[in-house]
Nanobody, 112 residues
Framework: VQLQASGGGLVQPGGSLTLSCVAS????????MAWHRQRPGQQRGAVAI?????????VDSVKGRFTVSRTNGKETNTMLLQMNSLEPDDTAVYFC?????WGQGTLVTVSS
């Protein structure tokens, strides 16, 4: 399984970013996919999960601000994380995860 994450960057508080993760290799359309993040000095933790049937699950801190979605293709599954109303506390490296594999991480910095 290969995971390619992208879309991070610097954004001002209140701004928006969309992260993308493309999974390929030994995957199926029914795989659960997830976004995790690791804030500076903290452990990695889940942010949003999306099941194979596209049911989303969010941690309380991002509910109403983040939206996870997915598109299942013939050879790849693509997961997006639309992040709105970003706060400085959202600053972290964001990782995608599926079938026991991690993407390389993409840095999101929320700062004025």
């Amino acid at each position: 399984v290969q995971l390619q994450a992208s879309g991070g960057g610097l954004v001002q508080p209140g701004g928006s970013l969309t992260l993308s993760c493309v999974a390929s290799g030994n995957i199926t359309s029914g795989d659960t996919m997830a976004w995790h993040r690791q804030r500076p000095g903290q452990q990695r933790g889940a942010v949003a999960i999306i099941k194979g049937d596209a049911t989303p699950i969010y941690v309380d801190s991002v509910k109403g601000r983040f939206t996870v979605s997915r598109t299942n293709g013939k050879e790849t599954n693509t997961m997006l994380l639309q992040m709105n109303s970003l706060e400085p506390d959202d600053t972290a490296v964001y990782f995608c995860f599926t079938r026991g594999h991690w993407g390389q991480g993409t840095l999101v910095t929320v700062s004025s």
